[in-house]
């Protein structure tokens, strides 16, 4: 075994101008409201599918 | 002394805080529920946030209630020396809002645990230990199933330093050794407080080791924790 991941994850849609306008949104969100405690977790944001 | 008991859609101990409270039967330190949306908070001399589930516990246990209106209130309440206790899940929404450092995660054995716990203090000289002795033993019971205590390494370096441990789990002759942590916290860790030493969050229910009759150990060592409000007046 090379590495194991375990977890949960939030999908979050947003509105934005491109996927990296969508990731800065969603890392602005997730600090602001504390969606991770930074004592303990860390936060990934991954841009999945962009809808036309 | 009016000390408020804030309820929080999911609040389940606060009754029991409440009830604790006015056992004490101190003359002229009274408790009331306060809905966590009320204006009325600031009107209180001491801060109680009980446990329960608050907001069902979605996302993480605590991590809404953090953000209710209530804990914009408490925060400047706390800034202005204002006593703030919380317990369970109370000190879950206090880590959450980052009153209190470190984080509550989830048992070490992946299980809720209900259990009648023994718990030195640590240090007596905050609002809710100052009748107690460092040292003492206090037999209380703890329920819930995300109370591991974590912190960094550099904050358990500063929690140290600091005095700002409060509670360790311990045996009843006061070891504290990893068969009396429970949960597997961090350095048994049961309670802290913040850097004033005003506010305290605590694991183990004082309001439900207040009455020897509810406590198969004829218990009732959580008055202690009450009582220091007032310094030790009352029964």
Not at chain 2, 15 to 23: N, P, Q, S
Not at chain 2, 71 to 76: E, G, P, T
Request: net charge neutral; with cysteine.
């Amino acid at each position: 075994m090379r590495s194991i991941r375990a977890g949960k994850f939030l999908r979050v849609e947003v509105v934005a101008s491109d996927g990296e306008e969508a990731k800065r949104v969603v890392v602005q969100m997730c600090n602001e409201l504390r969606i991770f405690n930074p004592a303990a977790h860390s936060l990934t944001v991954e841009v999945g599918r962009i809808a036309a | 002394m009016k000390v408020a008991v804030v309820r929080f859609p999911g609040s389940n101990c606060d009754l029991d805080a409440v009830e604790a409270i006015r056992r004490i039967g101190v003359a002229g330190m009274t408790s009331q529920l306060v809905w966590h949306e009320s204006e009325e908070l600031t009107k209180f001399d001491a801060v109680v946030l009980p446990g329960g589930f608050s907001f069902g516990d979605y996302l993480r246990a605590g991590s809404i209630a953090a953000r209710s209106p209530a804990i914009s209130k408490i925060r400047r309440m706390a800034d202005e020396g204002i006593p703030v206790l919380g317990i369970c899940n109370g000190f879950q929404i206090l880590v959450e809002a980052g009153l209190l450092p470190g984080a509550l995660l989830r048992n070490s054995g992946l299980r809720f645990v209900c259990a009648w716990t023994d718990v030195r203090v640590e240090n007596a000289d905050t609002p809710f230990t100052r009748i107690a002795h460092e040292g003492q033993v206090l037999r209380m019971p703890i329920a819930h199933g995300e109370g591991r205590y974590y912190a960094p390494e550099e904050e358990l370096r500063r929690l140290k330093r600091d005095h700002r441990i409060v509670f360790r789990y311990s045996d009843a002759e006061g070891r504290a050794t990893d068969e009396s942590n429970p949960t597997g916290t961090t350095y048994g860790i049961a309670g802290i407080s913040n850097e004033g030493g005003n506010v305290v969050g605590l694991m183990p229910h004082p309001e439900r080791a207040c009455d020897p009759l509810l406590s198969p150990y004829s218990s009732d060592d959580g008055r202690l924790v009450f009582r220091s409000l007032l310094g030790g007046a009352g029964g």
